[in-house]
Every structure is written in structure tokens, then in C-alpha cells.
């Protein structure tokens, strides 16, 4: 009796682990946010190819950049026709490395809103409140991220 067993598509591929940081930071104006997130890493020496699927949100692939740790190249970028929104960094380690991996990218669908309170009380004194509303559609999660919220044009 013969029986198929399919085939492991990631064998040999660093796996990335859970964010340990992300910062967004949104230009409202252009619909254009930037996003860093670093991910602890551990490669071992020689060639390790890391594949990142973005499948489901608004991630703009021509903008993903990878930044490994010392003793880490990025030798090459590639977008596997066969795995839809992916890509595939090779990186070379000149030993087992283990550090930080920072991922930027820009992608769009979050914007933000501002609301202010100002309260007038005695002698002509004022106090503000700033209560600000940020909108997610990019689907991506960006939980405990670090916003910086941009009023103006991006140039």
C-alpha cells in the first residue's frame, strides 16, 4: 500500500518570531503610513532564506526592506510566483547569529483622528484634552505599537 505524504514546503526557512516592537507612524494626508517592527531572529551560519507573506492587507511589497542583525547579509530578494503576496530574503550569516530582525514597509488603510476638549476655568486659565481615534483597515495588527501621528503633506 502506498500512501502520499505531502511535501513540506518550508523545510530549511527561518522562522520568524512574534513582534517584540512595531512603530507606526501615519501621514493622514497621503494615506500612507510607515511601519518598523523587530522580531527576535536566530540564524544559523551559512544561507537562510526567510519567507514574508503580507496575504490580506495593504502592505505595498515594492517597499519591504529587512534589516538583520550584525553578521547578517541580505544577499538577495525574490517574489515566488507560486505563493501569492510572499516574498523570500536569502541571507548569509557568517556564524549562528541570533538578534534582532527590523522589518519596514509602507502600507495604507490607517487613519487618525483628533478630538479636543478645552475647559475655561478662573483667572483666564484653560486646560486641553486630546482624545485621539485611530482606524485600522489595513489588516494588519498593530497591537502595543507606538504611534506617531503626522498632520501635514508628506514630501
Not at 32 to 41: E, H
Request: net charge negative; no cysteine.
Amino acid at each position: 500500500m502506498a500512501a502520499s505524504v505531502p511535501a513540506l514546503a518550508y523545510v530549511g526557512f527561518v522562522t520568524v518570531a512574534e513582534r517584540q516592537e512595531v512603530s507606526v507612524t501615519i501621514y493622514n494626508s497621503a494615506d500612507l503610513t510607515l511601519v518598523r517592527d523587530k522580531r527576535a531572529v536566530v540564524f544559523k551560519k551559512g544561507l537562510n532564506p526567510l519567507r514574508y507573506e503580507w496575504s490580506g492587507t495593504l502592505i505595498d511589497p515594492t517597499s519591504l526592506l529587512a534589516f538583520p542583525p550584525a553578521g547578517v547579509k541580505v544577499l538577495n530578494t525574490t517574489f515566488p510566483l507560486d505563493h501569492g503576496e510572499s516574498l523570500i530574503w536569502e541571507m548569509l550569516a557568517a556564524d549562528q547569529v541570533a538578534g534582532p530582525l527590523a522589518v519596514q514597509y509602507f502600507t495604507s488603510g490607517l487613519t487618525w483622528a483628533a478630538d479636543h476638549l478645552i475647559t475655561l476655568g478662573g483667572g483666564g486659565r484653560a486646560a486641553m484634552e486630546t482624545w485621539i481615534t485611530v482606524r485600522n483597515n489595513s489588516g494588519e495588527d498593530y497591537q502595543d505599537a507606538r504611534f506617531r501621528l503626522v498632520v501635514g503633506e508628506v514630501r
